[in-house]
């Protein structure tokens, strides 16, 4: 088989521990990477067990949140990549 090039941007390649490193640097990538932080942060209060008890409206609710942090991601992550095209 042959190897082809991908066309997909790496994103975001390495966990992080907290948002501090994110903040560190601007632009439109920048913060999209920080929404997938916030959403890992999300998803992390969905699977603990203290969440069982709640989890229904809890769920509900993080999971709208979520949603919402998602799309913002997905539009930053298409302005950075637009502009990182523009400059090439």
Known sequence: MTDHPSNLLAFPSTARTGCSTVVSSSGP??????RVEMIRGLLLQ??????????????????????????????????AFGAESARA
């Open 29 to 34: 990538l920048a913060e999209a990477e920080l």
């Open 46 to 79: 969905l699977t603990e067990d203290e969440g069982v008890q709640t989890l229904d409206l809890r769920a509900r609710l993080l999971g709208y949140a979520a949603q919402e942090l998602l799309h913002e991601m997905v539009v930053l992550y298409r302005r």
